[in-house]
């Protein structure tokens, strides 16, 4: 889950990350919330989210759930890191992070979103992983 542990991470942490590149994020808070024993999906199983995302029935107001670590950044008046994203239109993430782009946007958040043909891999991440480089640097030289 890089692109997703990259958002989750700059926004647990925006004293420390001023910007955020996320590839193809994993963004499936809401796909997953409040799943119990039993639940699998292509991705993973109940167990495996549950390590990574702690009680999923609790997953809507926590800092594990993006979102929430937006709004309450927010209301803390602690400025955001600027958000670099990019997803194939083709991945299986897509609608995903096409929400979350537009949560950001309502949310007044600083973010940078692209996409292009591709699905979930290196070649499509390759390509980005330049572009959101050069959007990270390009206001340092």
């Not at 542990?5 to 590149?21: D, E, S």
């Not at 927010?74 to 609608?95: H, V």
């Amino acid at each position: 889950m890089g692109g997703f542990g990259a958002i989750h991470t700059g926004l647990r942490y925006p004293n420390t990350f001023g910007k955020i590149l996320a590839l193809s994020s994993a963004l499936i808070v809401h796909d997953i919330e409040n799943q119990g024993p039993g639940f699998q999906n292509d991705m993973a199983d109940y167990d495996y989210f549950r390590s990574v995302f702690g009680p999923l029935d609790s997953l809507e107001e926590s800092v594990n759930n993006p979102e929430y670590l937006v709004k309450e950044l927010r209301k803390s008046g602690t400025p955001l890191p600027e958000i670099y994203m990019a997803c194939g239109t083709e991945d299986f993430l897509l609608q995903q992070n096409r929400a979350f782009r537009d949560f950001l946007k309502q949310q007044d958040v600083a973010v940078r979103y692209e996409e292009s043909t591709g699905i979930h891999d290196w070649k499509f991440w390759n390509e980005y992983l330049a572009k959101a480089i050069h959007w990270a640097v390009e206001d340092q030289q």
